[in-house]
């Protein structure tokens, strides 16, 4: 059975970072590709970064181009995402889970970027 826990949210300020992790279970982690999602209040799950099975590859949207950076760690089937420079628009429950969304969601994690 598949698990997933996303950890490492909190309450930063603009211009601070944070690093979220995301720990899979149950899965083939390495391989398959993963992403990092993040759904706002009143909006829809967007991705915000990709990486390649073996991480040799990342993608990241426009959005958080040059302050986020997605890597993985395949001995302890987890993916990260750090992030740099969080703007307020930042602010929104973020997720891991592959380019297809083929696994179960987990919780996620908080993430509020406010002074």
């Known amino acids: 059975q598949v698990h997933i826990v996303e950890s490492g949210g909190g309450l930063v300020q603009p211009g601070g970072s944070l690093r979220v992790s995301c720990a899979v279970s149950?899965?083939?982690?390495?391989?398959?590709?993963m992403a990092w999602y993040r759904q706002a209040p009143g909006k829809e799950r967007e991705v915000v970064a990709r990486?390649?099975?073996?991480?040799?590859?990342?993608n990241l949207a426009d959005s958080v181009k040059g302050r986020f950076t997605i890597s993985r760690d395949n001995a302890k089937n987890t993916v990260y995402l750090q992030m740099n420079s969080l703007k307020p628009e930042d602010t929104a429950v973020y997720y891991c889970n592959t380019p297809r969304r083929s696994l179960p969601w987990g919780q996620g994690t908080q993430v509020t970027v406010s002074s």
């Open positions: 990486i390649s099975s073996a991480g040799g590859m990342t």
């Open positions: 149950g899965f083939t982690f390495e391989s398959y590709y």
